[in-house]
């Protein structure tokens, strides 16, 4: 019975997603399962998706960050994700490169997608990010980056860009790699 869901994979999609995650055929075909038993329809909606997220965050609003992760997510800007847009965008926050995850985090901050990020996009992203930490964790943190507006004034300095300026993935990765201050500003890791 469980063979009966997992052989609805296609092969062409199982082969796909061994060469660019570096998941298993046994741990995606689980998840296959899985994944068509909470999403029956084969895709997962915003809705959905926002509801998952603000599980992770129940003391507070991750409904703009998930939007923005979704968006991210969806690459072929169909509304929905799909078995396929799951699995990768798993695979590259939660394992694989530090250069990989930082290709997707440009894609989160890329909120129009064009191919490059502006100031106003980071500033965007920041208060999103800002919205799931909570109140009193807010008030924990340094002087310079205690509003979304500071944080995302440090981190575009990080950049050297001018303000009007725009910039590429390329810069993105190489500026966060060249500074582990800027990669903490990207993200939202709670307190413990």
Known sequence: MGNSKSSAMSKEILKDLKLTTNFSENELSQWYENFQKQCPSGRIAPNEFMQIYNRF??????????????????TNDDGTLDFKEYIIALHMTSGG???RKLEWAFSLFD?????YITKAEVTEICNAIFKMIPKEDQEK??????????RAEKLWSYFKKKDNERLAEGEFIQGVMDNDNALHLIQYNPLK
């Not at 909120?111 to 191919?115: A, I, L, T």
């Not at 943190?141 to 500071?150: I, Q």
């Open 57 to 74: 965050f129940p003391d507070s609003d991750a409904t703009t960050y998930a939007k923005h992760v979704f968006r991210s997510f969806d």
């Open 97 to 99: 490169k530090t250069e």
């Open 111 to 115: 909120v129009d997608k064009n191919g």
């Open 141 to 150: 943190l340094p002087a310079d980056e205690n509003t979304p507006e500071k």
